[in-house]
């Protein structure tokens, strides 16, 4: 839980930053093979768990961290932690919405991804 400011979030969002190429490959990866990765990944979940998540249900589109998007001043106060200079131009995994991303992804997509996890709330 972070308390900011006399701010409460119990939330339990998710941000894997990716931070390695393609297992197996000899380039690094990009937003489409990686949605593509993420929905296989769901599609065994569900096959698992025998649940019918849908990938809109489980995270946001893949996007690369720009340097635009790098807190400045008082936002700095605000940061999660993995708005800073060395994630600018790698690719961003956010959660749909809060508790979207099963806990048992959480290991299979950093370790797919070589990916870092925040905690966002």
Do not use: Q, R
């Not at 720009?66 to 995994?93: C, D, Q, R």
């Amino acid at each position: 839980m972070k308390i900011k400011n006399d701010f409460v979030t119990n939330s339990s969002s998710a941000c894997f930053v990716v931070n390695a190429y393609s297992w197996g490959k000899n380039k690094e990866w990009n937003v489409d093979e990686i949605k593509n990765k993420l929905e296989e990944v769901i599609l065994f979940y569900n096959s698992l768990f025998n649940e019918d998540l849908k990938f809109d249900d489980v995270f946001k589109y893949p996007y690369v961290y720009k340097e635009s998007e790098l807190p400045v001043g008082e936002n700095k106060e605000w940061a999660w932690g993995y708005e800073k200079e060395g994630t600018v131009g790698k690719i961003i995994i956010m959660s749909a919405s809060d508790n979207s991303v099963p806990y048992e992804l959480f290991e299979i997509i950093c370790s797919l991804f070589s990916a870092e996890h925040f905690h966002l709330g």
